[in-house]
């Protein structure tokens, strides 16, 4: 049994993590089968005593199909209207499957300013433990629609991170579009090997490849490294998997030699 099995299998406060890039098919709107998948592991995860929160991307993208766009704009206003819109569309998908699963679901939105307030943040951490003692999933994403640059996570895996920590959680993981990280960037490299188990990020940065247009090196990648870095801190593991495989978190927790787990110090 693999590290990444081992620390699933005992967390008990999990956050997690879902991309928009795992939630959207190839045509750009939201995949039915995936959100499914999901909520069908989310609940077979709850039914071993875990609980779950969940921290979701999705609403712009939810946005732009609902009004039928063939592509976002550029512009602010219009990005926080669509997520306006999406955040309807997102929620309602998520409702429909656990629903289904018999759960209710419960929504957060929040901003940086929001964690960094004392009296704000400890209005969340009592919201959360209530919706969780009700046996409610919470579902939070970042309020786009009055965020700004100045009070804004600039990726969801940060807020993440901050929700692991004021939850103080035993994992949080990362569904990306992504096996793991890898030494080189697979793309280019037929060679590239996954790092299954990271102990110390700082070596981590200092041999893989970030240079060019590797995956590594994306803005993408960086921001999960930093959520690693910002967990690690309270004693958090991280996992990262490709939440495109069908029953990931099942597979892991069976055995499964999948994805990268930075294991805290």
């Known amino acids: 049994m693999g590290k990444a099995s081992s620390i699933l299998k005992e967390s008990r406060k999990i956050v997690l993590k879902i991309g928009s890039n795992v939630l959207t098919g190839s045509d750009g709107h939201l995949d039915g089968n995936v959100i499914a998948n999901i909520t069908d592991q989310v609940v077979a995860l709850m039914r071993e005593g875990k609980q779950i929160i969940i921290v979701s991307s999705g609403a712009e993208i939810s946005g732009v199909t609902a009004l039928g766009l063939k592509s976002r704009h550029g512009d ?6 669509l997520c306006a819109i999406g955040q309807v569309e997102l929620m309602l998908a998520y409702k429909k499957y656990f629903t289904a699963a018999g759960y209710v679901i419960g929504q957060l939105l929040l901003t940086r300013e929001d964690f960094e307030k004392h009296n704000s943040s400890i209005h969340i951490r009592n919201t959360l433990f209530t919706l969780l ?6 579902i939070i994403n970042e309020n786009d629609s009055v965020s700004v640059e100045e009070f804004g996570f600039g990726d969801n895996d940060a807020l993440a991170a901050y929700t692991a920590n004021l939850w103080n959680a035993d994992l949080l993981i990362l569904m990306s579009n992504v096996d793991g990280v890898f030494d080189k960037d697979p793309g280019e490299d037929s060679s590239a090997k996954l790092i299954r188990e990271v ?8 041999k893989v490849d970030t240079s060019g247009k590797s995956s590594f090196g994306t803005g993408g990648m960086n921001s999960k490294i930093g959520a690693a870095r910002k967990v690690a801190e309270y004693g958090t593991h991280m996992l990262l998997v490709n939440g495109k495989h069908d029953n990931v978190l099942q597979t892991i927790e069976d055995g499964g030699d999948i994805g990268t787990i930075f294991i805290a110090r």
């Open 133 to 138: 003692d009700e046996g409610v999933v919470p």
């Open 76 to 81: 602010i206003n219009f990005k926080q209207a």
């Open 199 to 206: 102990t110390d990020i700082d070596a981590l940065v200092s």
